[in-house]
């Protein structure tokens, strides 16, 4: 089992900034995709932004050129800076992950989730 843990949400003002980030822990061989979605109450969860192992990016249209994601291999962790902040970012954030046990087993895992609340 692949175990992921969020932190770094908070509350902050429009237009303000947080850094989420989501270390993964377990028996893992390897990680494939990693990534941010979210969450609000009646809503279906959606994504946010996605990163490969090697690097290669791709963002809800709503957060381009204010998100970044990025991830640190070694240490098994994605990281999402979150720039010019919206109350309409305001949701649960939620850490995914496309990972394999061992070779070939693979299966998708989420976190449990961190909120970020955007005042006006």
């Known amino acids: 089992q692949v175990e992921l843990v969020e932190s770094g949400g908070g509350l902050v003002q429009a237009g303000g900034s947080l850094r989420l980030s989501c270390a993964a822990s377990?028996?893992?061989?390897?990680?494939?995709?990693m990534g941010w979605y979210r969450q609000v109450p009646g809503k279906q969860r959606e994504l946010v932004a996605t990163?490969?192992?090697?690097?290669?990016?791709n963002y809800a249209d709503s957060v381009k050129g204010r998100f970044t994601i990025s991830r640190d291999n070694a240490k098994n962790t994605v990281y999402l800076q979150m720039n010019s902040l919206k109350p309409e970012d305001t949701a649960v954030y939620y850490c995914?992950?496309?990972?394999?046990?061992?070779?070939?087993?693979?299966?998708?895992?989420w976190g449990q989730g961190t909120q970020v609340t955007v005042s006006s």
């Open positions: 995914n992950c496309y990972a394999a046990n061992w070779p070939g087993d693979y299966a998708f895992y």
């Open positions: 990163i490969t192992r090697s690097g290669s990016t």
């Open positions: 377990g028996t893992i061989f390897t990680i494939n995709v």
